[in-house]
């Protein structure tokens, strides 16, 4: 997800802001036969609109042994069709199927572990690059990208989170219809080619952000412990063992149980028609067969009954995380503790910020997030920082508990209340000049909490909050008891020791 909120606040374009005090008084919708919802707002001082699809999909509904499968199938969905990605799919499907069949019987090895056959292990392998050196005669690699290029589509990308994966692209209004043709041709007929190539790519991609990488080795390792059952435990990259055991029919058994349209929306935002946009939705996506409810998470996280803890050793400097657990994005509790976010740690004037790093010198940055690592079930207030030498994340743990204690005790001024209300509405807003940033608000609200003004709502609920809520909330959920700690120290200094 942190990718593809990068991405989505990088591209904001020059259109003017929403008006209004909702989505839903410009956006249209309709929902097709088969379930599939779509969301129109129709802006035309540019030529272009922003395409999105939303799958209710993310790295929380995997099963385990498959984790990372949300993440992984968001790579395959930019392989292509039988049509598109390839130069004769009646030619390439033969080695594609002898692909799979050796695939399997590598999978079944890694799945032995240590009792695993090295030899065996390293013949497959081999015969797997053969046959994927003898496949790309056929390819046409990344054509889904080059058809959107040379028809002026730019900001194509995906991203996959913990509750969500969402696909989208910028194009010009009259290739409206191109955007259509394409998607409904690649989440109806995939062809996951590539496929035993991507999984090696995910491979590294698990060690550069999550082995090799002080925030994510550190962050697997506090979710864990954080979340004793409930499947937020895991990160959306996936544990490398399960990696290593994709199978094709594991694959396609994710996609047929997902990417359903009763578990999709679209949203289209930009220089277009309701009308032409409905046409061309029943044309190419009302045949898509509409699935059984997908499974989705029925685990309830126990109680922590008692503070948790766990330190970490890595060639970095020092940080901390430190996480609380919290009520689940409906409940007004869940508002407060984003406004208490912003009081913390929204800018160089929050407390924790001008105090612990502008002044104090104690740390070289700190935040707060509320919702973390997702907002579709109960999750996490979490706290990050890095010290600053000599400091030591205990010396900083301290210090941002002296300040959790002052919020049960005194309360905020009006001051910063002013300051909670503004800086939301400026975050709600801020946004909104572009296409698909906008899209992907009205989707999140639509397919996380059945309302695309959810936001909205917030914002206005937020400026009733008081400071007696405040530290009422606080009072019950910065306790000990409910109190995660993860802390990584630096390698060389405890060799050192």
Known sequence: ???????????????????????????????????????????????????????????????KGETGMAHFFEHMAFKGTTVIGTRNYEKEKPLLDEMDKI?????????????????????????????????????????????????????????????????????????????????????????????????????????????????????????????????YRHSVVGYMEDIQSYTKEKAVNFYKTFYTPNNMMAAIIGDVSFDEVKELAEKYFSD??????????VFIEPVQKGERKVKVKFDAEPSILIGYHMPPYTERDNIVMEAIGIVLAAGNS???????????????SISANENDPGARYE??????????????????????????????????????LMKIINQAEASLYRGMTSNIYLGWRILRGALLFNDIDAEFKRVELMKTITPEEIMAV????????NRTVGILVKKEKEAEQ
């Open 474 to 481: 606080a009072n019950k959920i910065f306790v000990e008891s």
């Open 350 to 364: 929050s407390r924790l910020v001008r105090d612990l790093v502008t002044n104090k010198k104690l740390a070289i």
């Open 1 to 63: 997800m942190k990718k593809l909120l990068f991405v989505l606040l990088a591209i904001f374009i020059a259109v003017p802001l929403v008006s209004g005090t909702n989505f839903s008084e410009k956006t249209k919708e309709f929902t097709l036969d088969n379930g599939l919802k779509f969301f129109v707002y129709e802006r035309h001082q540019i030529p272009t609109f922003a395409g999105m699809l939303m799958v209710k999909v993310g790295s929380v509904d995997e099963r």
């Open 103 to 231: 695939g399997d019987k590598l999978a079944g090895e890694y799945l032995k572990g240590t009792h695993a056959d090295i030899n065996a292990v390293q013949l497959y392998r081999e015969q797997l690059v053969k046959l994927q050196e003898e496949a790309l005669q056929y390819v046409i690699k990344d054509e889904i990208d080059k058809i959107y290029a040379e028809n002026g589509g730019e900001f194509l990308n995906a991203g996959t989170g913990n509750d969500t994966t969402t696909y989208f692209v910028m194009l010009p209004s009259n290739r409206l219809e191109l955007w259509f043709l394409i998607e409904s041709e690649r989440f109806k007929n995939p062809v996951l080619r590539e496929f035993y190539s991507e999984r090696d790519v995910i491979a590294e991609e698990r060690r550069m952000y999550e082995d090799n990488d002080p925030e994510g080795y550190l962050s697997e390792e506090f979710y864990n412990i954080a979340f004793l059952v409930h499947p």
């Open 288 to 297: 898509m067969p509409t699935g059984s409810e997908p499974p989705h998470p």
């Open 379 to 416: 999750s996490l207030f979490t706290i990050s920082g890095l010290p600053r030498f000599p400091n030591t994340p205990e010396d900083l743990e301290e210090a941002v508990n002296m300040h959790l204690e002052k919020l049960k005790t005194e309360p905020v001024p009006k001051k910063e």
